[in-house]
């Protein structure tokens, strides 16, 4: 099994940048997926989830209107459109399959919760760096 995430990048406040996830080993829509993302000197945090069950999508507050999730069954990858970028969004961004166990629900419960969560039982791939600066 192997996440590959990719993307990332340098750009200015107001932005767009579409990270990638991309799975082998594993069908994205057999399962489901998270992002994440971590800033210097910060916790590991959930941004968002495409769940395999129904297909729906959750977001962490703070990317709530500017980040969307989608999957490209064709391709077996999941994606993260990025619009609207603060630079507080600046971190390194993971995508990880949540574990057997997990729900993509936990993520209304708290972004923390939800990656303590799918640290657990999750597989994850590499990050992408995401760095937005004028």
């Known amino acids: 099994v192997q996440l590959q995430a990719s993307g990332g990048g340098l750009v200015q406040p107001g932005g767009s940048l579409r990270l990638s996830c991309a799975a082998s080993g594993i069908t994205v829509t057999d399962v489901s997926i998270g992002w994440f993302r971590q800033a210097p000197g910060k916790e590991r945090e959930g941004v968002s989830c495409l769940s395999s069950s129904d297909g729906s999508q959750y977001y962490a507050d703070a990317v709530k209107g500017r980040f969307t999730i989608s999957r490209d069954n064709a391709k077996n990858t999941v994606y993260l459109q990025m619009n609207s970028l603060k630079p507080e969004d600046t971190a390194s961004y993971f995508c990880?399959?949540?574990?057997?166990?997990?729900?993509?629900?936990?993520?209304?419960?708290?972004?923390?919760?939800?990656?303590?969560?799918?640290?657990?039982?999750?597989?994850w791939g590499q990050g992408t760096q995401v760095t937005v600066s004028s």
């Open positions: 990880a399959r949540l574990g057997p166990r997990s729900r993509c629900s936990t993520l209304n419960y708290g972004v923390t919760a939800f990656y303590l969560e799918v640290a657990r039982t999750g597989f």
